[in-house]
């Protein structure tokens, strides 16, 4: 069964800008959720989506918004981008909602100059 | 609130060493725990996981124990070898993984 798929794997944006980030969750798992990944903050909750609504939601800025879509796929928003927002960007997947273990994919590196 | 705290690195050891990691955790009620790798480059991988009070998980030669009355999760590997050098997190879950900072360790031959 193929793994959690993240596109693209690399970014560079400038400040200001906008980015979306897409994710494909394992084959079957119906909820996904989005992490943030820096050097300063360690690993944080962004938000989590089951059945195309966020039921869940991390201490993030309105900039950062989500959605899912009814295949479970889920894109990632950042708008009005800031240098802060560099980071390592996971979305990780699981079969229901409020599961315990996530699967993770490999991540988009974001880098905003 | 809920939080895990693990020791800071970077672990440095020789092939073949004993390995403890230190976590400890505050949560309300009774959470499931875990351990995730991140090898250079790459996404987190679940390695164990736990899901109630003296639980053991084990997973690759790695093994942690849930220790409800001192709020603990150590993870121990009795001989590692160098492919095992990554950055290992403890986390815990309500609503969300919540993650501790991360340990590095660095296995040398």
């Known amino acids: 069964k193929a793994g959690v798929t993240q596109t693209p794997r690399y970014l560079i944006k400038t400040r200001g800008q906008q980015v979306t980030l897409s994710c494909s969750p394992i084959?079957?798992?119906?909820?996904v959720s989005w992490y943030q990944q820096t050097p300063g903050q360690g690993l944080q909750f962004l938000f989590e989506?089951?059945?195309?609504?966020?039921?869940n939601k991390g201490n993030f800025p309105g900039r950062f918004s989500g959605r899912q879509f009814s295949n479970s796929r889920s894109e990632m928003n950042v708008s009005t981008l800031e240098l802060g927002d560099s980071a390592l960007y996971l979305c990780?997947?699981?079969?229901?909602?409020?599961?315990?273990?996530?699967?993770f994919g490999p991540g988009t590196r974001l880098t905003v100059l | 609130g809920n939080s895990v705290t693990q020791m800071e690195g970077p672990v440095t050891l020789s092939e073949e060493a004993f390995l403890t990691i230190n976590c400890t955790y505050t949560?309300?009620?009774?959470?499931?725990l875990f351990w995730y790798v991140q090898y250079p480059g790459e996404g987190l991988q679940l390695l164990l996981k736990?899901?109630?009070?003296?639980d053991k998980g084990s997973n690759k030669g790695f093994e942690a124990t849930y220790r409800k009355e001192t709020t603990s999760f150590h993870l121990e590997k009795g001989s590692v070898q160098v492919s095992d050098s990554a950055v290992y997190f403890c986390?815990?879950?309500?609503?969300?993984?919540?993650f501790g900072k991360g340990t590095t360790l660095s296995v040398s031959s």
């Open positions: 084959s079957g798992h119906r909820s």
């Open positions: 736990a899901t109630k009070a003296d």
């Open positions: 989506y089951f059945s195309e609504t966020q039921r």
């Open positions: 986390a815990l879950t309500r609503d969300a993984l919540i």
């Open positions: 949560a309300t009620g009774y959470p499931s």
């Open positions: 990780a997947s699981s079969p229901d909602y409020n599961t315990d273990t996530q699967y």
